[in-house]
């Protein structure tokens, strides 16, 4: 089992930056591919980044590409994703998960383990 606890959101205006962290206990991190996944008001729960377990391979949704960046500190066991330039569309619960495999799914159903959200709002 692995526990997955998000934090960082808040309120930022338009163009603004956060960095939002993921820690996890239990089982090593290393041993989880790693993703972030947003859910906006109204909307379904969508693929935002996603990083390999030992972090040479990295993904996007299209919207972020250049703007965000996933990293990951297996030895701190936390996944981090760097938001800049951030746009009032980026406002959502963000969600960290883990999935036990090499590289992150843009699936939600393939992950098993889930943090509790951390809310990211962006005002213009």
């Known amino acids: 089992q692995v526990q997955l606890v998000e934090s960082g959101g808040g309120l930022v205006q338009t163009g603004g930056s956060l960095r939002l962290s993921c820690a996890a206990s239990?089982?090593?991190?290393?041993?989880?591919?790693m993703g972030w996944f947003r859910q906006a008001p109204g909307k379904e729960r969508d693929f935002v980044a996603g990083i390999s377990r030992g972090g040479a391979i990295t993904s996007y949704v299209d919207s972020v590409k250049g703007r965000f960046t996933i990293s990951r500190d297996n030895g701190k066991n936390t996944v981090y994703l760097q938001m800049n330039a951030l746009k009032p569309e980026d406002t959502a619960i963000y969600y960290c998960?883990?999935?036990?495999?090499?590289?992150?799914?843009?699936?939600?159903?393939?992950?098993?383990?889930w943090g509790q959200g951390t809310q990211v709002t962006v005002s213009s």
């Open positions: 239990g089982r090593t991190l290393s041993s989880y591919a």
């Open positions: 998960a883990a999935d036990q495999s090499i590289v992150a799914s843009h699936d939600p159903k393939f992950y098993d383990y």
